[in-house]
C-alpha cells in the first residue's frame, strides 16, 4: 500500500514511506522506521539482550507518544551501577524531520548490542562505561513524514496562536491538487517581489533590484486562507521547534522558539534526564547540526570576543578610556589589581556577563584543539570510506539548540553530524590550479609572485568571506604574520561558504533530482483555480527532499557515522593511579604522594564546563584519617582537571602514623570511574 497516490512520486517517496506492521528484532535499512516501530526495535532488543540493555521511558511527548531512551551497558561481576558509570547520551532526530539521524542512532545502538561478545573495543566499552542511545526525540513531528499527505513541518504539535488572532492552528496548508504532497503556490502580483531564475526557470528567486529586475511573483505555502484574514497557511497546527527551545541564547519573543526556555513536554523530559545523571560526559547528535565540519556557534556578542568597549559609567570607575577597546583578560588584571572583588573569583566570563556581552558563543580556546583534532579525523575518515560530503552544506549551531545547551551549559563535549546532504557536483581544479594542498607547500616569497589576480581567483573559489581580499592576504604573507601554510590551515578551519558563482543556490539540487530520482524530486508547476488568488501554480520540492536520502544512501553513511561516534566514545578520559610513594621523614611521619594520571585521550572535564562551573573537580580523599594524625595537607583536595593523553597531576601529605600502618586514598568525580589504593607508612 502507498500511501502518496501520484505516479510521479513513486520512484522517490514509495522508497522513503513503510507500511505499518511490527518492526524486526533486526534493524533493516531499506526504509525509515515510524516512531511506533522505533519503539518496538528498542523494547524487542531490551528483551533480547536484557544482560545489556534496558528501555528507559524519560517523557511523553505533547501527543503522549513515549520518549525512550535506551540504556546499554554490560554487568561485569564487581561492577557499578549503569547510571553511575562514565556515560555517553546518543541523542538523534531532535527535529523530528531529521529521519536519517534515527537511523543512525538504531544502527550504533544494535551494534553495540550484537557485537560486545565478539569485539574487544566494544566489551571494554560496555564493561566500564554506560551508553544511553536516544534515537527518536520528537517522535510527534516524525510521525508527521508517514501521514497521509506528506508536508514538511518542523513544530510540535502544542497549539500556539500564531498570527494573534484569538484563534489557534486554524489556518495550515491544504494538499489543493490532491497529490499527496503540500507544495508551493505561485501567483502573479504587480507587488510581487520574486521571478523565477533565468537559468533554470523552475527555481524562484528574489528579483534585484540593483540589476534592473522586477519582481512578478508573489509565493505562498499550498492552501487557502482559512481564516479569512488575507493570509495564508499562518496559522498551521501545532507551534514549538524543539531544537530553539533550549536555554543557551535562547531567542525570546519568537513564538516558535517557545513560551520560555524549556516549555515544552518534549525537551523538559530531555532536560531532566540529563541533570539526574551527571556521570555523562559526551554527547553525541545525529542532527541538521554538523558541529564537526562547522565549527562556528551562530549568536549575537560573545564572552569571548578579542575587544570591547566598556560603557563609560564603568569605565571612569576603572580608570579605562570608554572610547578603547580593551580585552576582556586585560580588564580582569585591571580589576583584580584594584582588589574591588570582594573575595570573588574574577573571570572573563564574569567581567563578561557584568558588561552584559551575553552568553559565551564560541567554542573555549583550550578545548579548541580537541575539536579541530576531531574534525581532521572526521575528514580523513570521510574521504577514506569515500563519502561525499558537500562541506559547504554543512551547518552551526543555532540559537537555543540542544548541542549549544549541552557544551556551554552543561560543559560536556559534544559533536553532532548531519550525516547526508544532498550532493554537490564535484569540480576538479586545473592543473595548474592553486589549492589548499598546494598553498601549505608554498614559500611566503612563491605565493606573493602569483600575483593578486590569481590569488583572488583562489579565495572566490574557496568562498572565503567578502573580507578576505587577496591584497590583504598578500600583505599578511609579506609581513610575516601569517605563512601560506598557516593560511591554508586557518581557511581549513573557517565556516564552510559556498562557493561564489551566479547560478540559483538550489541549482545543484534540481539537477540531483532529474537525475538520480529521475527528475522525482521536484513537482512541475501546474495552473491551478484557487478559490480567492484565482489563477495560480502550484509545484515546488517535494517535502523532505533536502536532508532525507533516499533509502538506497542510507546504509553507507550511518554505518560509516555510527563507527566513528563508537571510536570517539573509546577517547573519553579514565582515570588512574599510576604511582605511589611513602618516604620516612622522621619517626612515626611519612611523607605521602600519589600520582594520578588521564589515560583517556579528552581531559577530564571541558574548559567551558569549568568556566561555566557545571564541571566537577576530581575529589582526592584521605579516608579514615584522623586529624591528629595529618601533619601537612588536607583530608579532602581537588585537582580541577586533568589533560588527556597521560597528563599527571600530583598529591602530596604528610602524615604521623605507626610504621606498617595502612591509609587509603580515593579519587572521583561523577564523569569518572573512582580509583582508590591503599599505602603502607614504612
Known sequence: MNRIRVSCLCLFISFMLVLPGTAAEKLTLKKYHTPQEVSQLLKSWAARY????????????????????????ARPKGSTDPDARPGVFVSANIEGTHLVGTEAALLLAENLLTKYGTDKKIKSLLDKRTVYVAPLLNPDVAGAFFAKVLYDRRVNMMPVDEDLDTLVDEDGPEDLNKDGLITQMRVKDPEGTWIPDPKEPRLMRKAEAKKGEKGAYKIYAEGIDTDGDGKYNEDPPGGVELNRNFPHDYEYNVKRAGLYPVSEKETIALVKFLISRPNIAMVLNFSSENTILNLQQTGRARASADKVKVPSIFASALGLDPDEEYSLKEIVEIIKGMNIGGGIEITEDLVASFLGLGPAMSIDNQDMPFFEAVQKDYKDALKKAELDYPEASAKGVRKGSFVA??????????????????PEPKKEPAKDALTKEKLKEMTSEEFIALGEEKIKAFLKEQGAPPNFKAAMVINMVKSGRVTPKQMAEMMEKMPPR??????????????????????????????????????????????????????????????????????????????????????????????????????????????????????????VRLESIKDKSLFSGQPVVTLPFISGSGDTKKVEWTIRGKKGSKVTITAKTPKLNPVTTTVTLQ
Open 50 to 73: 536484557s544482560n545489556l540493555a534496558k528501555v528507559v521511558f524519560i517523557g511523553k511527548s505533547v501527543k503522549k507518544a513515549d520518549i525512550a531512551v535506551l540504556r546499554i551497558a
Open 498 to 619: 559556498p562557493a561564489a558563482g551566479e547560478d540559483h543556490p538550489d541549482t545543484y539540487i534540481i539537477k540531483w533530482s532529474d537525475s538520480v530520482l529521475k527528475g522525482k524530486g521536484f513537482v512541475d508547476w501546474k495552473s491551478f483555480k484557487h478559490p480567492t488568488l484565482g489563477n495560480v501554480e502550484i509545484g515546488g520540492f517535494i517535502p523532505y527532499l533536502k536532508a532525507t536520502p533516499p533509502p538506497s544512501e542510507i546504509e553507507k553513511t550511518v554505518s560509516f557515522h555510527a563507527d566513528f561516534y563508537i571510536g570517539l566514545m573509546g577517547r573519553l578520559p579514565e582515570l588512574e593511579i599510576k604511582k605511589t610513594k611513602v618516604e620516612a621523614v622522621d619517626t612515626d611521619l611519612y611523607h605521602v604522594t600519589v600520582y594520578f594520571t588521564n589515560k583517556g585521550w579528552f581531559p577530564t572535564s571541558t574548559a567551558q564546563g569549568r568556566r561555566a562551573r557545571t564541571s566537577w573537580p576530581i575529589t
Open 405 to 422: 545547551y549541552c557544551y556551554f551549559q552543561l560543559g560536556v563535549q559534544v559533536f553532532s553530524t548531519d550525516l547526508w546532504a544532498v
